[in-house]
């Protein structure tokens, strides 16, 4: 069973330019989960998506950043106009779906995308 | 809001010795879950251990232990006979339990312990 993928694993952006990650959960996963990771600290939770439903954005910057997850296709982490604050590296996580399927509350990573912006 | 705290920015420990990692968490709710996650150099993020609140026996993992004190809100690891691949950042982490079919909520993360394995 194949974990979660993440791609591209390295992202450089000019400033301005658009940043676009992409995270594929674990075969059966539908919850998807994305953080954020600034040198020398602890992840930061962005947003929580279900197949086409944002549940949770609590953590997502108000302004340049959108997340998604289709019915089909990986989930997307958009980031417009990149500033040189947006460099880190960039978890995405998975876990199964609503009681009954299993451990529902243990999230598996990803390897992790870093961006650097210029 | 919930907060997590590793009060141990680095630790460094001689192979095969015990090292006890600690983690205190602040929380109004009754029903969560504790991880910890290692991140090697690779900076994969590999779930260590998993402890669910409800249960008072403290989770255990081959070389990986918990110390679970639900009252004082603490929640320790202990890696006995440690390896040079124990090298890594190691991260305390909290959950509140989903609801109905939501599923597994945010972490909320602490700021991490860098042990190092000395040979």
């Known amino acids: 069973n194949a974990g979660v993928m993440q791609n591209p694993r390295h992202l450089v952006r000019r400033r301005g330019q658009e940043a676009r990650l992409r995270c594929s959960p674990m075969k059966g996963h539908s919850h998807v989960y994305w953080y954020r990771q600034l040198p020398e600290e602890g992840l930061k939770f962005m947003v929580y998506?279900?197949?086409?439903?944002?549940?949770?954005e609590s953590g997502m910057p108000k302004e340049r950043f959108s997340a998604e997850f289709p019915k089909e296709g990986p989930s997307i982490l958009r980031i417009q106009q990149v500033v040189r604050g947006d460099s880190a590296a960039y978890f995405c996580?998975?876990?199964?779906?609503?009681?009954?399927?299993?451990?529902?509350?243990?999230?598996?990573f990803g390897p992790g995308t870093r961006l650097t912006v210029l | 809001a919930q907060t997590v705290t590793q009060s141990q920015p680095e630790m460094s420990v001689q192979e095969a010795e015990t090292v006890t990692l600690s983690c205190t968490y602040d929380?109004?709710?009754?029903?969560?879950?504790l991880f910890w996650y290692k991140q090697p150099p690779s900076r994969q993020m590999i779930l260590v251990i998993r402890q669910e609140a409800y249960k008072q026996q403290n989770a255990t993992e081959n070389r990986f232990s918990v110390n679970f004190q639900k009252a004082a809100k603490s929640f320790s690891l202990k890696i006995s006979d440690s390896q040079l691949g124990d090298t890594a950042m190691y991260f305390c982490?909290?959950?509140?339990?989903?609801?109905?079919?939501?599923?597994?909520?945010?972490?909320?993360f602490g700021q991490g312990t860098r042990l190092t394995i000395n040979p």
């Open positions: 996580a998975s876990s199964p779906g609503p009681p009954g399927t299993g451990s529902t509350d243990t999230q598996y």
């Open positions: 998506l279900q197949k086409e439903n944002i549940i949770d």
């Open positions: 982490a909290f959950e509140v339990e989903g609801i109905g079919f939501q599923g597994a909520q945010k972490l909320v």
């Open positions: 929380t109004s709710e009754n029903n969560y879950y």
